[in-house]
């Protein structure tokens, strides 16, 4: 059983006999568990006992308790309590506000705030288009969701949802920058949605649209993007399709194949599937087929959703039919952005030679990476424990840095392109390999080269 080393990581009291070999049997009962060892700490020390803090990783949550049990069969143990890591994380929450500005005396309070602040509030009114220069507003990102997608957990809700706005925000902190504020609501209706964003716009520079379900994201979307004088990104759409783009393009090179001239199968219809293949159109791509729960997408099925239909409309131009199997004889490129377990990896036998595998189901991938290496020359997943991680934290912090910037009111294709194309470059053609496509989300030149491609965009 393979550990991963913090979403599961647990941390145990433990009051245990004065004998240092106990601790040494709860290491081992720990190993045999199947649990990792990451830290062991005498917490208190007396001649009737000792308290221990024994921190490890575990598979997931129902090891982590097996883990507990069998520490408990050990002689001479008592576990007092057990932590989970990720947990005390959370509490209190993971971002806050800081001032930017000293506020010791009357002279930075008569500045900061009154009488002074409405000197600057006069010369607003007098010239709006300095508000991004005197205030938060050119620095910050509203984070918005509706709770109906989050991540592959579903219709959660706003306050289940919050925890993953906040750790988005912590992350346009870390990697941009950016100021960006967690707005989680409570309605699920189209038109209160966009109604929401518009009245609260004044106060960001961008939107970021976060975990809203398929399809009412993409109208969400475009009548934002329609209304509002900010950019508006739905990174599940967006983001997405900028970093799959980006490691195809690497992936493609490693195997010596051009984007124009090989088969690429999508599995997954909703947002982020559809705007990967939007993008990839963009890019040149030739062939792309689409399939979803039903089969493969065709333009001239008539039992189609609005949605489908479009998507299918730009798609599979050769009019194959059938399911996930059929598709994938002869492809090149397996994308998935849909359900876990649904790929067999001998499936990935009957592609073309040297093909590519992308199964970037969250938190479950459509099939095992080690598995489908057996068969794939390139394989990338959305996990961190294997190589190739598709992580959208490789492109929205860059982007909005760049969109701040620049003072860019939309987001154009033309960006997403080269978004795409600077992550890609970031790995140099000594470092290129079947293993290393895509950069780490700790390179320090990606949020640095994604904002430049922005700014260089036509904004």
Request: glycine share 8%; net charge negative.
């Amino acid at each position: 059983m393979s550990a991963t080393p913090s979403s599961y990581s647990i941390t145990m009291r433990l009051h245990t006999a004065p004998d240092h070999g106990v601790v040494g049997a709860v290491a081992t009962a720990i190993a045999a568990a199947g649990g990792i060892v990451t830290a062991i700490d005498v917490a208190d020390s007396s001649h009737e006992r000792l308290v221990v803090d024994v921190t490890c990783s575990a598979a997931d949550a129902d090891h982590a308790e097996l883990v507990v049990a069998a520490v408990k069969e050990v002689e001479g143990v008592e576990v007092y309590k057990v932590s989970d890591r990720t947990f005390l994380l959370h509490i209190g929450g993971k971002i806050e506000v800081t001032s930017k500005v000293p506020l010791r005396t009357r002279d930075d309070l008569s500045m900061a705030y009154t009488p002074g602040v409405g000197r600057v509030s006069l010369a607003l009114a007098k010239n709006p288009e300095d508000v991004s220069r005197l205030t938060i507003k050119g620095n910050s990102v509203a984070v918005v969701t509706d709770g109906s997608a989050v991540l592959g957990l579903g219709n959660i809700g706003p306050g289940a949802a919050l925890p993953v706005m906040e750790g988005k925000a912590a992350l346009f902190k870390r990697f941009g920058g950016i100021d960006a504020w967690p707005i989680c609501l409570d309605t699920q209706d189209t038109d209160e949605i966009v109604r929401t964003v518009e009245l609260i716009a004044p106060g960001f520079g961008g939107i970021n649209l976060e975990d809203i379900a398929a399809p009412r994201c993409f109208e969400v979307e475009r009548r934002l993007r329609e209304s509002l004088d900010i950019p508006v990104f739905h990174d599940d759409q967006h983001g997405t399709a900028i970093v799959v783009l980006a490691a195809l393009t690497n992936a493609l090179r490693c195997v010596d194949k051009k984007l124009a001239d090989v088969r690429i199968v999508v599995s997954g219809g909703g947002a982020a599937g559809s705007a990967i293949v939007t993008l990839l159109l963009a890019a040149g791509a030739g062939d792309v087929v689409v399939t979803d729960i039903h089969g493969i997408l065709s333009g001239d099925d008539a039992s189609l959703s609005p949605a489908m239909a479009e998507l299918a409309s730009r798609t599979n131009a050769n009019r194959l039919r059938g399911g996930l199997h059929e598709a994938m004889r002869g492809s090149d490129v397996f994308i998935g952005v849909s359900a876990p377990g649904i790929l067999p990896a001998e499936w990935i036998g009957d592609m073309a030679e040297n093909a590519v595998v992308f199964a970037l189901a969250n938190p479950d991938p459509e099939v095992d990476p080690a598995d489908a290496e057996r068969y794939a020359a390139v394989v990338a997943s959305g996990r961190s424990d294997f190589p190739n991680q598709i992580n959208n934290v490789l492109a929205f912090p860059g982007v909005f840095r760049g969109l701040l910037d620049a003072r860019a009111k939309e987001i154009t294709t033309e960006m997403l392109l080269k978004a795409a194309y600077a992550i890609a470059h970031v790995v140099n053609d000594e470092e290129l390999n079947a293993n290393f496509i895509i950069p780490t989300v700790f390179h320090p030149d990606v949020p640095k080269a994604v904002a430049a491609a922005i700014r260089g965009a036509d904004t």
